[in-house]
């Protein structure tokens, strides 16, 4: 781990964030509360992923339960702490087969609710021979929130985690977590934020800020490097972390700066890495492990996701991770 200059603190904060001993979440009824409808994710194989234009052959694999926050919650939830999920599924054959899964991961639903009238969220991917993907995502009509509901689902949680495409309920849900003492921690992709404007509008609100790669290039114009992660810091959280795929990760809180090499692994399917990464380091953070020792929990995690096919096939345990972060040299 390098050490960094403290970055500026948070204008409203008036001072820096804790350290990891320093950390004190609330004991909730939740550890992680995730906002976002579960998604049907339909796979094909495909020799290679078609350009523009082009046709290629596919065959099927599979559908699975997917969706970015919901498979947040599944993954904290097998990593041993208490998560829920705040969303909707449709009246559609998908909805039982969603709700079902996260019954087995034992995430709690009480705030899943079914929109009879409409299509479950929806997600084609296009899987090639390496691991890679494509994929075309169909959301659900964006459903105005209840405040109230929203404030009493916060208020059972000690972080909140969302996916913040939709800027005016999410800054609602923000505002009402502030008032919770709700920490709130955002995944940034290029479709969430294209631009530094509309990225710095949802960091501002936001105490942990995920990227992977190309989403912070997106939404800052540089690379991931620590400059950028300072400049992220100024507008608001108290921790930014940049997933890099097979290059490992990167991430900076207000006194240090890390880096951690990715665990060496047989690439299966890389859908849902990310969401496995982000929520291991929330477990880890939820845990008050160091930056450090953080990034590499989660750097372990993600391990086990590329290794299976689906979102969730392989999604570790805590007994698999720390045997894989004990295994691994630390990142440089």
């Not at 919650?73 to 039982?96: E, P």
């Not at 100024?234 to 997933?243: E, L, Q």
């Not at 490992?248 to 047989?266: H, K, N, V, W």
């Not at 750097?299 to 290794?307: E, H, I, K, P, Y």
């Amino acid at each position: 781990m390098n050490a960094m200059p403290t970055p500026a603190p948070h204008a409203s904060a008036g001072a820096t964030a804790p350290s990891a001993a320093q950390r004190r979440l609330p004991h909730r009824r939740w550890d992680v509360l995730a906002f976002g409808n579960p998604c049907a994710d339909i796979v094909l194989k495909v020799d290679r992923l078609p350009a523009p234009g082009q046709k290629v052959l596919g065959h099927p694999v599979g559908v699975f339960a997917g969706g970015t926050e919901a498979n947040v919650a599944c993954a904290c939830a097998k990593l041993g702490k208490a998560a829920a999920v705040f969303g909707h599924v449709g009246g559609d054959a998908h909805a039982a087969m969603l709700v079902r899964a996260f019954s087995e991961a034992g995430v709690d639903t009480d705030h899943l609710d079914a929109l009879e009238a409409a299509a479950s969220a929806s997600a084609l991917t296009l899987l090639d021979s390496s691991g890679e993907r494509t994929i075309v995502y169909q959301p659900m009509p964006h459903v105005a929130i209840d405040a109230s509901r929203v404030a009493s689902a916060l208020g059972d949680a000690a972080i909140a985690y969302a996916m913040p495409y939709h800027l005016e309920s999410f800054l609602h849900m923000s505002q009402l977590a502030r008032r919770m003492s709700t920490l709130v921690a955002i995944d940034i992709e290029s479709a969430v934020a294209p631009t530094p404007e509309e990225m710095r509008k949802r960091v501002e609100a936001a105490d942990i800020v995920f990227f992977n790669e190309e989403g912070l290039r997106a939404a800052t114009g540089q690379p991931a490097e620590a400059s950028t992660l300072a400049s992220v810091l100024r507008a608001g959280p108290s921790v930014v972390v940049v997933s890099l795929g097979a290059k490992g990760a990167l991430a900076m809180d207000r006194s240090c700066f890390a880096i951690q090499e990715a665990f060496p692994t047989q690439v299966v399917d890389t859908t849902g890495a990310g969401d496995t990464f982000n929520a291991a380091f929330l477990v880890a953070y939820l845990d008050g492990l160091a930056l450090q020792e953080a990034l590499r929990f989660a750097c372990a995690a993600a391990s086990c996701t590329v290794a299976a096919m689906g979102a969730r096939g392989g999604l570790p345990d805590r007994r698999q991770v720390e045997a894989i972060a004990r295994l691994a040299p630390v990142g440089v």
